[in-house]
Structures are given as C-alpha cells and as structure tokens.
C-alpha cells in the first residue's frame, strides 16, 4: 500500500481525514481558547486576573452541573425544560427548611436532594411509561415549580444562611502544606490533574494500538495535551495567588469526571447512547429503554436539586426568581458542547466547554459594560450557529 493511502492519521490525508471526523472536538478547544484570548484583550487583562476566574467558576458552576445531566437527557433523546424552576424551588425549599423551620444544614442538603430525585422520578415516569413528549412535561414542570417557588417564599425573599451552609459554594478548599500565597495545595492539584490526564491518554493510545483502532496523530496528541496541561496550570496557578481552589470547583470537577467515565466506559452509558440513536433498534436488542429514560430524569433532578443549593448558598437568600430562563443557558451549553438535537450524539467534556463558553462570553460582555439586551442577541445567535453546524455536518455526512 502506498504511503500516501494509509488511514492511520500519519500522513497528510490521514490527518486530514481525522481532523474533519474530530471538527466539533477540536472546533469547540479553539473556540473556547479564541473567545478567552479576544475579552482578555478587549477587557485590558481583567478577565484572566485572579478574582475574576474565581467569580467565574463560581458563577458558573450550577450551569456546569446541570449540564452534565442535562446532556444524559438530551443523548437520551429527550429533553428537560423544568430544570431552572426545579433549582430555585429547591433552593427555597433550603431557606425555609434552614431559616423558618430551623433545620440543621446536615439534615437539610440531602433531604434537598432527595426531593430532586422525587421530581425527577415523577416527571420520567410520564415520560418513559406513559409516552408522553418530554416537552410537553417538563414544560409543565416548569410552571408547577415556578408556581410552588412563589408560593413557598410567598412572593419574598428568605435568608441569610449560616456559614455552613454558604461553604456549598463561597467555601474554598485550606492549603493542606501551610504556604499562604501561592496556595500549595492549589498547586499541587493543578499538577496531579495534568500528569493524571497525560497518564490517562498515553493509556488509551496503548490500548487502541493494541486493538488495531485508528487513533489520533501524534502532533494532535501532542498539541492538545500541552493546550490542556498549560491551561490546567495557568488557572490553577492564577487561583493559588488569590484565595486558593474553590469548594465548588472541586464537586464540579469530580462529578465531571464521575459522568464521563458512566458515560464513555460503562454499559449503562453505552445503551443510553443506543436509546438516543435508535429507541425501537434498542428496545429489540433487550435494553430496557424505559427504565434508562426514567433514570436519566432521576439523576436530572438530583443534579437540579444539588445547582439549587450551590446557587442559594452563593447569593446567600432564596428568591422567588431564582432560576428563572436558566434552563435556557443549560440546554445551550450542551448544545453548543456538540449535542445533537435528535438524540445519540454528546459528551460531557463538550457540555462543559460548551458552559465555560457561555461563562465566558456573559463574563466578558458584562466586564465590557455591554447590556443584557444585546448579551441576549449574541447569545442567541452563538446557540443558532452551533446548530446549524450540527445540522450542516448531518446533511454533509449523508
């Protein structure tokens, strides 16, 4: 065989070939890095300073969350529109539980969450055995619980929360080795996490050259994981010389980690990639699509619960909007992370890019004095190109 006809992506066509196979991936890398680069310029070194990645993290994280169970939903081939009401009648539910009844914070958060995978529970059972269109549902979730949010503040706002409470998200992680500033333990995560992700990709490189699966090129391979590590040790270095890591980033973190591996390496995930692709294909093949439908509403509403704390506890009161048009900056961010609209397609590192992405973007906007009216329309309009890029890539492929 010829040289220039090979299709293990070490030559030119096979880099090529490669590279138009991973656009969204790498598409979504560069986009991220591009909008970061364009605001720290146009806001003169502010987004990139050490307070303000912490505000971002901090500002983002119940989006971040949702999204991962919001991208199970939608690779499930369905979707949840009542997420933003469920997180903020959660979160009234914690202030009164915590301020009117005087319920102890450890008693609170999880009888918090377990109300969220009540509400999952309910609305995936209308969903999954009943058939009824998960729009259709959730949108009705969404009126109840905006409703009940009301009804349970009684059209007020309820708070503070102790400082126990608040730890959910304005907490920050000591350093275990005493430095001050930079914060070692900061550091040392920043390091542990770029030699694990290293370590993890050298592995899964070995093990697809052993099983004869074509694998990404070197200089790919190479690019990427300097990108990422650099990044990895910026941010963290960037958080060691302000107050350290944040609680917050940590539970992101290991639920971002927990989810990807559920959904890349196990059987559960594999057949809810099925169910999404092909429902009636994966019914006949003996996976029970009801019971992973029903799941994937569960572990939604769990996950809105647990963004319904974090976001109370940040702004340290209940309020009868919270959570309202949140759904909306969700389901973009999975979207805008490479999900496919009609089910099948996803993966959780896309959803979480796809959140910093519009972090980023509304952090940037907002820092440039830009008004929520015109954030509104960009917004929009970024969400409207990432899916006619996903509709684009389907024509095309066909």
């Known amino acids: 065989m010829d040289l220039a006809d090979r299709g293990d992506g070490t030559t030119a066509g096979g880099i090529g070939r490669y590279l138009l196979s991973h656009l969204r991936e790498y598409g979504l890398l560069f986009a991220l890095i591009a909008i970061m680069v ?83 529970a309910a609305q995936g059972y209308w969903v999954a055995y009943w058939k009824i269109p998960s729009f259709i549902v959730t949108l009705a979730g969404m009126l109840v619980f905006r409703g009940l949010s009301l009804w349970l503040l009684e059209g007020q706002s309820v708070g503070p929360f102790p400082k126990s409470f608040q730890l959910l998200s304005t907490g920050f992680v000591p350093d275990i080795f005493g430095i001050g500033k930079p914060n070692g333990t900061a550091l040392a995560a920043g390091a542990l996490a770029v030699a694990a992700i290293v370590w993890m990709g050298l592995k899964a490189r070995a093990r697809n050259r052993q099983y004869g699966i074509e694998d990404e090129p070197a200089a790919f391979f190479v690019t990427r994981n300097l990108i990422v590590a650099g990044a990895l040790l910026f941010v963290t270095y960037k958080l060691s010389t302000f107050r350290g890591l944040p609680n917050v980033l940590i ?111 509304n952090n940037g906007m907002s820092i440039m004095g830009i008004g929520i009216d015109y954030q509104q329309v960009i917004k929009g309009l970024v969400l409207l190109a990432a899916v006619f890029f996903d509709v684009y890539n389907k024509h095309k492929q066909a």
């Open 38 to 120: 364009f605001f720290q310029i146009v806001t003169e070194g502010t987004l990139l300073k050490p307070v303000n990645i912490t505000n971002l993290f901090l500002q983002n994280s119940y989006i971040i969350i949702m999204a991962l169970g919001m991208l199970v939903v939608i690779v499930s081939g369905n979707i949840d529109l009542s997420v933003g009401s469920v997180m903020g009648f959660v979160g009234a539910l914690a202030a009164v539980m915590i301020v009117e009844w005087g319920w102890p914070v450890a008693l609170t958060i999880p009888a918090c969450l377990v109300v969220g995978i009540v509400i999952g």
């Open 251 to 361: 539970s992101m973190a290991v639920l971002t980690i927990v989810y990807a591996f559920l959904t890349e390496n196990t059987t559960l995930g594999r057949r809810i990639y099925a169910l999404g692709g092909n429902e009636k294909a994966a019914k006949l093949s003996g996976i029970k699509t009801e019971r992973l439908t029903f799941l994937a509403f569960v572990n939604m509403g769990m996950l809105a619960a647990l963004a319904g704390l974090i976001f109370a506890a940040r702004l340290n009161t209940a309020t009868p909007k919270a959570g309202f048009a949140v759904e909306l900056d969700v389901i973009a961010a999975v979207f805008i992370g490479g999900a496919s609209m009609s089910g099948g397609v996803g993966k959780i590192v896309g959803a979480v890019v796809g959140a910093f992405i519009m972090g980023v973007m």
